[in-house]
Structure formats: structure tokens, C-alpha cells
């Protein structure tokens, strides 16, 4: 069994910031891609930004220059710098990972619990 624990979310004034963890425990054989996912209230889950093992970033357009991706292998960690928060920032925060488990050959994508990050004066 493979788990991820996402944290850090909360509450934060616009221009603030927050730190989003993950880790991910587990019978882990690889880790690939990892990364966040968000929903907006009445909005589809979307991506926010992924890393992969070699340390290769993807943000989407609308956190570009704001929000800041890093990874610790050893740790299977992800973490999320989010700086200059905006209220459209919103949302619940998914952790996402995809991994191959011992007993497995194919690889799945995991994901956390969510962690609520509200944006508000």
C-alpha cells in the first residue's frame, strides 16, 4: 500500500505565503512525476505543477513566477513554495504522485487527501 500525506495549507492574506508537503510512504519501488493538483469551489480539478524525478518543472500559466516546485528524492517528498497568493488561489490542494509499487510492474498515480488553502483579507 502506497500513501500520500499532503499539509500545510491554511489561511493567508493576498501577497502572502504558504508552504505546501507531501510525502509519500509505502512498499514505493519508483517515484515519477509528482506534484499538485488544485479545485476551486464549483471548478474542475486542475493542475497547478508537477516535477519529475530528474527535477523537470511544469507550472501552469496562471502560478508561473509565483509558486516554486522542489522535490527531496531520499525523502520522497514534494514540496510547494506558493508566494504572492491571490484569492483566485483559492481551492483545495492535491497532492499527486505516480508510482510503482514492489509487487507491481506498472506504475499508478496516487493522490493525497487535500489541503484547504484560502486566500482572503
Known amino acids: 500500500q502506497v500513501q500520500l500525506v499532503d499539509s500545510g495549507g491554511g489561511l493567508v492574506q493576498p501577497g502572502g505565503s504558504l508552504r505546501l508537503s507531501c510525502a509519500a510512504s509505502?512498499?514505493?519501488?519508483?517515484?515519477?512525476?509528482m506534484g499538485w493538483y488544485r479545485q476551486a469551489p464549483g471548478k474542475q480539478r486542475e493542475l497547478a505543477a508537477t516535477i519529475t524525478s530528474d527535477g523537470v518543472t511544469n507550472y501552469a500559466d496562471s502560478v508561473k513566477g509565483r509558486f516554486t516546485l522542489s522535490r527531496d528524492n531520499a525523502k520522497n517528498t514534494v514540496y510547494m513554495q506558493m508566494n504572492s497568493l491571490k484569492p483566485e488561489d483559492t481551492a483545495v490542494y492535491y497532492c499527486?504522485?505516480?508510482?510503482?509499487?514492489?509487487?507491481?510492474?506498472?506504475?499508478?498515480?496516487?493522490w493525497g487527501q487535500g489541503t484547504q488553502v484560502t486566500v482572503s483579507s
Open positions: 509505502g512498499s514505493i519501488a519508483n517515484i515519477y512525476t
Open positions: 499527486y504522485a505516480n508510482i510503482r509499487e514492489r509487487r507491481s510492474i506498472w506504475a499508478d498515480n496516487y
